[in-house]
């Protein structure tokens, strides 16, 4: 996968969740996948067409994802609501959106779809023939899974 793309969600997330929820949240590790996504307890999904091309997940444990929500929200949760869930979903939208932001400015035209929440633990998702870059990212309430399935194409 190019580094350029890879770069582009890396400093989305780490950017948008700082100023989202003033925590800072440090790149962990990174390792190439080729098997079937396995649903964490929360995961948002987002697919991208243009000239990049896949689908981008944010994997989250639950209380992860509540304590965000809650930090998005400005109210604690006690569990995954409605606004809850809604919030977490947008926050991978709007990383994916500042990532195609920064695609955009390196000459790089890419849509995404509105995203998607799964919920629950141990689902299979296949993202068929391209293999996922999983980069952990890190703060002191957790760590986010940023699941890269995507390749550069001419279009």
Known sequence: MNV???NAFVKAAQEVLAAETTLPFARGEMEL???????????????LVGQVRGTVLYSFAEAEALTLAGCLMGEPFAGFTPL???SIAELGNVITGHATSKL????CEVSLSPPTLLIGKGMALSTLDLPRLVVLLKSEVGVI????AL?????
């Open 4 to 6: 350029k793309i890879v």
């Open 33 to 47: 996948s080729d098997h079937v996504y396995l649903s964490d307890e929360i995961t948002v999904i987002i697919s």
């Open 84 to 86: 809850a869930q809604s």
């Open 104 to 107: 955009a400015e390196a000459g």
């Open 145 to 148: 899974g940023l699941h890269l």
């Open 151 to 155: 390749r550069q194409t001419d279009v």
